[in-house]
């Protein structure tokens, strides 16, 4: 028999609203509140569903402590399927989805699924690899996306991997890979740190390429001096909008800079000349 571990708040547990929301961790060896129906949808699937339950706000002031007993039952009940949620577009529900999902899935490799709305706050703590099913803004839409955790969770389950890939092709959010670098120093501090750098004329950086591997910082370089065929935006005043032109020196830039200086000015000469000609034809009697 298969066994599925479900993560909920203290809203959708039945504890209560708000005033519940300091709620402790709690395990219900049951199906508790939309796990009851999830449940009932999976009744062929020989499955034994449990429940953890959190307030929202024990969550976030006692992370650590509530990862620590998620692993207590991640060992004892050990469950072959882990579900989050579905969150919607709560905020503090969808980032607790999000982050248990996200460790299951890293500590334990087992399938994780998760239900955030498009705009959740969840969606930029989703892990990789934890399937994120695409729900409305609201719980009026419970009963569809219980319904497609049922049906993504038996996909999982008979390990039907093939149709599991055309399932998330339609019912799943995109989640985009993301880079996380450890900086020593908190951002205000870098940022006073890089302004006085720049104002030195000393070396600093302020970001990193792209198609490094994890973690590789990228080398420093004196404040005006540019790389080769480094890409600069400029707004074209004609068009209403930016353009971007690939410049192979800091010479380069200058020049270019001067003579879009230089064509905005003679624009707005012309521009100027042309209106006020208009208004003196009509003014002439």
């Given at each position: 028999m298969t066994k599925i571990l479900h993560y909920l708040n203290q809203f959708f547990a039945g504890i209560g609203g708000e005033d519940k929301a300091g709620q402790e961790f709690l395990f219900v060896p049951k199906p508790v509140g939309p796990g009851v129906?999830?449940?009932?949808?999976?009744?062929?699937?020989?499955?034994?569903?449990a429940t953890v339950v959190c307030g929202d706000n024990y969550f976030?002031?006692?992370?650590?402590?509530?990862?620590?007993s998620l692993t207590e039952?991640?060992?004892?009940?050990?469950?072959?399927?882990?579900?989050?949620?579905?969150?919607?577009?709560?905020?503090?529900?969808?980032?607790?989805?999000?982050?248990?999902?996200?460790?299951?899935?890293?500590?334990?490799?087992?399938p994780a699924v998760t239900g955030l709305y498009e705009e959740n706050p969840g969606t930029r703590e989703i892990g990789r690899h934890v399937l994120?099913?695409?729900?409305?803004?609201?719980?009026?839409?419970?009963?569809a996306t219980i319904k497609?955790?049922?049906?993504?969770?038996?996909?999982?389950?008979?390990?039907d991997f093939e149709n599991v890939e055309r399932f998330k092709e339609e019912?799943?959010?995109?989640?985009?890979?993301?880079?996380?670098?450890?900086?020593?120093?908190?951002?205000?501090?870098?940022?006073?740190e890089m302004l006085l750098a720049k104002l030195r004329s000393f070396p600093c950086d302020t970001s990193y390429r792209y198609g490094r591997r994890f973690g590789a910082e990228r080398q420093s370089r004196p404040a005006g001096e540019l790389a080769r065929n480094e890409v600069l935006q400029v707004f074209d005043q004609r068009a209403r909008r930016f353009k971007?032109?690939?410049?192979?020196?800091?010479?380069?830039?200058?020049?270019?800079?001067?003579?879009?200086?230089?064509?905005?000015?003679?624009?707005?000469s012309r521009r100027h000349?042309?209106?006020?000609?208009?208004?003196?034809l009509r003014q002439a009697p």
């Open positions: 129906v999830l449940c009932d949808l999976l009744k062929n699937q020989e499955v034994e569903c976030h002031e006692n992370e650590e402590a509530v990862l620590a039952v991640m060992t004892g009940f050990a469950p072959d399927l882990f579900i989050a949620g579905p969150a919607f577009h709560a905020g503090r529900y969808g980032i607790a989805c999000a982050k248990t999902a996200s460790f299951v899935r890293e500590r334990w490799n087992i994120v099913i695409q729900t409305g803004s609201s719980a009026a839409s419970m009963q497609r955790f049922a049906d993504l969770s038996a996909l999982l389950l008979k390990k019912y799943c959010l995109r989640i985009p890979r993301r880079f996380t670098v450890q900086a020593a120093a908190p951002d205000s501090v870098r940022a006073v971007t032109r690939r410049v192979r020196s800091h010479a380069h830039r200058l020049r270019y800079l001067h003579s879009q200086c230089r064509s905005r000015q003679t624009y707005s000349a042309e209106i006020g000609a208009g208004r003196e």
